[in-house]
């Protein structure tokens, strides 16, 4: 099974749009194993739709197509189908209906439709429409000669909807393949990607060698996320290909996954406070707020966040959070010590349960005599603090985020009674009292 | 003058990566009134890619291809382009001599370099070579019948100054257009996008009828740029042709221009306080250390920045910031005295001479019976505390980054004594104290 991509749109070959539909789909047809050779981008022209199409139907079994199926004058894919199949546009009267019930769902008299929208009621002579979930515009299914169009609008979130529910069946069904696809996401924070990957080699050889379960590995903001894609007749026969494959891979990684989909680390460690009733605050210097913004991100933050203080000179370290002076001086801002006393002193004075701490170099210059990188994180809670030493690759940006990250995962594995991450160069436990 | 945009690489049609260089290409050529009517991904397959070239020459004068050009066997755009033309490759020496002296500049022995990488030295016969300053991998030119192949690396720095540098200017001199392009972007903080477009309508219309110069809008993250190009035979007369469009746009944008293409709103602000020796501290509520976050993002904000407090439970705002507790009580946590006291507040304890304070309802619910988007700002110095309420549209996340944009520039207002920003709908002098 052969399929192209083609995009209708002057607004991507002008730049002001990047072509993310075409990444999303060419991911998800490569999951199923169909094989996309190529992929086009054409303006807003009939006679451009039209060729682009009977070119790609030439090389490919099917046509995947975006854009152009609105109500306006430019919206011109319905044409372009017709005139690449010689047919002409005919309305269809189910669509019709559809269209006049929308209209008078918003409260408007339904004859009086603008007539432009009665372009979204025709379709190529011979087409089927495709429902569209989350929004107006139908999408056409179109056979031409031994292969198919299918039409779908250029919104992702209507795109991505009706793919899922309409062409991807249909384009399975046709290839004689299973019709049904499930992905599994485990996230990992505190592994470095090619730990994960090596981590993961043997079971994918030996629990996905022939591409069904597919492996991915998917790295960004100092996290690895582990995708894991079966295709099959039905959801319970996918669930079963996956399972065997999810169980060895929750095993390989170990302590690493902290979720799935829907979680984020931040989410899941306000969740693991949350659920003991415990409050958090913290102290940031390297990464200087964006361990307090990424937990306030998430909504409902405010039940277990009590807040933070950003200690960027060092006298703030002494006046703000209580660290010894005298420990600063001889020292220094950057040191596994100084992170102890800001964690504990933050958790003191902002009357938290457990208190976390940053300090070390962003860069782009190294401080103290201390490499670019060099991180201590510090924790505080009900039985002591504790310290660990990171040593994190990258320019000023991915430092910091990355020693946000890693102080995130430094509660999580905390709070789970976890090992370290792979990450940890160094640590201790330097005090053992509680805040009372 | 039409061109084509050609990407080679199994990665974009997989989508492990997006073809953000297509839209790159596609704004420039935009700009200099260059037509791309098709854009087209393929894989790395030599007859797929010189039946690509083909295709596109067919229908447009030049192709402007990215990707393939590394020293690895599945870079194949050398002998696509080859085959396109129906020729062989052939050794430059000069590309071989220069790889020869790369290699040896990194210590190594120029006759121990792998064989594999002279194939970055082969060119399609009747050829030429453009220069990679950022990179290993040259270019190629090369001219099949009245069109011309201009091949780019696919790493996006060093394609946009290949592209910058050699493609555009030979591109230009074929159409018979001038060869100079330039670009001058301001930069613009607390007005809506519409705001913007509107001051300049009348402008656009007076000073650049005829698409040169040619003035782009770009909204993101709270912020609006303006962009003006110009193309001309050299690099004076586009600054002439700019220079009276810079000006009336200035004029017509007023307080709300806060600099030119390298700076940003952080930057701007850390270099009017550090130009008179002041130091700051920060405050924050609902942007909960975005604020802080991206005044460090910024190298050297430590010699401005003292640090910041997240007080995101209301008692922290009493206890780390000395907001009155009965303040809190009856006005509520989200209230312009409440973000006048956190400023003063936090300009007081942590020792610097401005405070900056951010208040309000980021959602996704109501609070304190006042709506998502409520926020107000607070900013304290040595001549006293002033406040502004500004209501954000929005979800969670745009409410937050547009708020601490709006607190950025009204400390950048304030510094420079310009009048409030758009978005503002109250405020007033809250007191006149000083610290000492």
Redesign the interface.
């Known amino acids: 099974m052969r399929a192209e ?1 083609l995009a209708v749109g002057d607004e ?9 539909n ?7 047809l ?1 999951d199923v194993g169909v094989d ?8 807003d ?1 009939i006679e ?1 739709i039209a060729t ?1 199409i009977r ?1 790609a139907l030439a090389r490919a079994d099917a046509v995947v197509l975006t854009g152009g199926l609105g109500p306006t004058q430019d919206d011109l894919t319905r044409e372009g189908i017709a005139a690449a199949a010689g047919v002409g546009l005919r309305r269809n009267d189910f669509l019709e209906a559809e269209l006049r019930r929308r209209f008078q769902a918003m409260g408007r008299d339904g004859s009086a439709l603008p007539a432009m929208n009665f372009r979204q009621a025709e379709l190529p002579d011979g087409a089927q429409p495709l429902p569209n979930t989350a929004g107006s515009a139908p999408g056409v299914r179109m056979e031409i000669g031994a292969g198919v169009v299918y039409a779908m609008p250029g919104v992702p979130f209507e795109m991505t909807a009706m793919f899922t529910a309409s062409v991807l069946p249909d384009l399975l069904r046709r290839a004689g393949q299973p019709a049904v696809v499930v992905h599994r996401v485990l996230r990992t924070a505190g592994m470095w990607e090619s730990v994960v990957a090596e981590a993961l080699a043997a079971e994918v050889d030996r629990l996905a060698p022939i591409g069904n379960p597919r492996i991915a590995f998917l790295a960004s903001g100092g996290q690895t996320r582990v995708r894991i894609t079966a295709r099959a007749r039905d959801r319970a026969e996918a669930e079963a290909l996956i399972a065997p494959v999810e169980t060895a891979a929750r095993a390989a990684l170990g302590a690493g996954v902290y979720g799935g989909d829907e979680d984020s680390l931040e989410s899941v460690v306000l969740g693991l406070l949350g659920a003991r009733g415990a409050t958090l605050a ?1 102290a ?1 210097s390297l ?11 998430v ?1 409902g ?2 039940a277990v ?9 060092t ?2 370290k002494a ?2 959070l209580g660290v010894d002076a005298d420990l600063l001086a001889t020292e220094g801002a950057v040191s596994a010590r100084t992170a102890a006393a800001m964690a504990a002193g933050v958790r003191e ?3 938290a349960d457990y208190g976390l701490s940053t300090t070390g170099v962003a ?2 210059t190294e401080q103290e005599g201390k490499p670019v990188g060099t991180v201590h994180l510090g924790l505080a809670g009900p039985d002591g603090t504790i310290t660990r030493s990171v040593l994190l690759p990258g320019d ?2 991915r430092v ?1 985020t990355n020693a946000a990250v890693a102080a995130l995962d430094l509660l999580r594995r905390t709070l789970a009674g976890l090992p370290d991450g792979d990450l940890v160069t160094g640590g201790e436990r330097t005090s053992g009292g509680s805040r009372d």
């Open positions: 991509l991507l070959l002008y730049g002001d749009i990047v072509n993310g075409a990444a999303w789909l060419g991911r998800q490569a996309v050779a190529t992929s086009t981008v054409v303006g022209e451009t682009a070119a913290v940031e990464t200087g707020g964006l361990l307090a913004a990424a937990l306030t991100d909504p933050a405010s966040l009590r807040g933070g203080v950003v200690s960027y000179a006298e703030v006046s703000a004075r902002l009357g860069g782009p000023r940006p910091r």
